[in-house]
């Protein structure tokens, strides 16, 4: 079984600027996760879909953080413009989720983001 | 507010000794535990979960223990190996859909 697919790996980016990072779940997963990982710290979750629809974004700073699930399946998660501290890891998750009684997460490598 | 910590942020064992990563919690609610291993580089790798209606469960090399009463979750890896070296999560899930991370235990395993 494939798993969790992140693009690119790592991604070095002046401040202001925009990028963008892919995530493709594991087949079946109806639950997507992206996460914030800073350095020495624990995942923080930022956005949380639930097929396409969001279910938790309490966390994403949505002046600047963006995210989309088309038809349920790859996500895209946008910084516009980026600020130094938002280096970090940022990692993908899925899980066959609530609606099959299984929370457990499944995470991609991540993205390594160094904004300069 | 709700909070998943972990009491050592390092542990440093011998090879073949066994190791006990511990974790506290603070929402009673939470009703679902999972522990996670993420080696450097890559993303966190599910180990092992427990319900709130068990006390411990078993998988291989691996226990999680989960004491409702003072709201406090351990992971027992036996016969530690090398390959266990890595940071340890633990992470709570209140029903449904928001699981929150604790800040993590880094294992070390010394030859």
């Known amino acids: 079984e494939a798993g969790v697919a992140q693009s690119p790996r790592y991604k070095i980016i002046e401040k202001r600027q925009s990028v963008a990072f892919w995530c493709n779940p594991i087949?079946?997963?109806?639950?997507l996760y992206w996460y914030q990982q800073i350095l020495g710290q624990g995942p923080k979750l930022l956005i949380q879909f639930q097929n396409n629809g969001v279910v938790d974004d309490s966390q994403l700073p949505k002046d600047r953080f963006s995210a989309e699930r088309l038809k349920g399946v790859d996500s895209t998660l946008k910084i516009q413009p980026a600020k130094l501290e938002d280096s970090a890891v940022y990692l993908c998750a899925s899980s066959l989720g609530p609606d099959r009684g299984r929370y457990e997460q499944y995470f991609g490598p991540g993205t390594r983001l160094t904004v300069t | 507010g709700e909070s998943v910590g972990l009491h050592l942020p390092t542990l440093s064992v011998q090879e073949g000794d066994n190791s006990i990563i511990n974790c506290a919690y603070s929402n009673s609610a939470s009703d679902y535990f999972i522990w996670y291993k993420q080696e450097s580089g890559k993303g966190p790798q599910f180990i092992i979960d427990i319900r709130s209606n068990m006390d411990k469960r078993q998988g291989q090399r691996v226990t999680v223990l989960l004491n409702k009463t003072v709201k406090h979750l351990s992971l027992q890896i036996a016969a530690t190996q090398p390959g266990d070296s890595a940071v340890y999560f633990c992470?709570?899930?209140?029903?449904?859909?928001?699981?929150?991370f604790g800040a993590g235990t880094r294992l070390f395993v010394k030859a």
């Open positions: 087949s079946g997963h109806a639950t």
């Open positions: 992470a709570e899930n209140g029903g449904g859909f928001k699981t929150i």
